[in-house]
């Protein structure tokens, strides 16, 4: 049998792991504060962006799309996946 993904508006952003990154939205900072996120190797090549899911915890590498889920779950997906996966909703 096959299935088709149900269509379902997400919110993400591409995580750049340096100063340039843009505005982070309210729900990642709240994760930080809560501990829920955090980085390792800050401000080296190897800087990750940790999140705690109910898979155990996740590392997002820098380029990757952080994801808040449709219940409201935070996780990381690499930037082929995103972009086979999604796309812009308005």
């Known amino acids: 049998m096959k299935y088709r993904k ?4 997400i919110e ?3 995580w750049t792991g340096g100063p340039d990154q843009e505005e ?3 729900w990642i900072v709240e ?3 809560k501990g829920e ?3 390792k190797d800050i401000g080296t090549p190897d800087v990750r962006c940790c999140i705690k899911t109910l898979e155990g915890t996740m590392a997002a590498s820098v380029g990757d799309y952080i ?3 449709v219940k409201g779950e ?3 997906c690499k930037p082929e996946i995103f972009e086979a996966t999604y796309e ?3």
């Open 31 to 33: 994760a930080i504060k």
């Open 6 to 9: 149900k269509p379902v508006v």
């Open 88 to 90: 812009p909703a308005e």
């Open 24 to 26: 982070d939205p309210v």
């Open 67 to 69: 994801i808040k889920g």
């Open 74 to 76: 935070i996780y990381p």
């Open 12 to 14: 993400a952003f591409k």
């Open 37 to 39: 996120v955090w980085f």
